[in-house]
């Protein structure tokens, strides 16, 4: 079994009904099983990571001064039934904000606002991140956004079936070692039934665990969340986070659309 995933009734259930019977957590294997994708999981991955960046798309052109965070997270919530995903969960910040939480907080025309969310289809999420703002951004605001495109499409260059697990963060660390104000942050975790699984390739990011998969090589039809993330001292919280398949040749990005900044319709 997966202790880490096994309800406290269900493990008091099966003590009492198989009280001589020895258990083992087998979450190391089952994970190693479930790292590498089967085409028809790939498709699912697809379409979850497709139906979440669409019902952003939506929900920014509806977005309007006077709302509150907590508005915005129930536009995004409908948009992403209606386009048949099980809702997970919306992380949102507003303005100069760095609060991720949905709050009464009240949307002005100058806010920035970023939605990451996690939307799923048959058990398959798609947790992405795209920007928005009220209105037009200054060149300073594209030029954030700028910088941390460069970093995700830099980090996806290198990607294909055999190059190790490091192999993004070697791709990006001269343009993370750029001086910049404030926090400036690169992460890549394997995504699939849940938003942090295996490959495992970090020990030092915000969520740590064992990286056993940074120094293997990389096998085709493993799925990797990229996300860069700025928190900006003035501008804000600036990110985007991406789905990518690894291929023998490649990768292959999910839901790649709305990379900019977008605005109310």
Known sequence: METGFLPADAWACLRTGLPATQTVDAVTILEELRAVKQPWELDLLRAASEGVVDAMQATFEQLRPGMTKNDAVAILRREEIARGLTWEYCLITAGQSLNRAPSTQVLEAQDILSLD?????????????RMGTLSAPSAELEDALAAIEAVQQAARVPLRAGVAGRTPFDAVADLLARPR???????????????HEAPRLMDDGPIPYPAPHRDRPLEAGMVLSVETTWQHPRL???KLEDTVAITETGCAAYGDTARGWNLPG
């Open 117 to 129: 969310s996690g939307g799923n289809v048959q058990g398959y999420l798609g947790d992405l991140c």
């Open 181 to 195: 104000e404030g926090s400036f942050s690169f992460v890549v975790h394997g995504v699939g039934l849940i938003t």
């Open 236 to 238: 804000g919280f600036i």
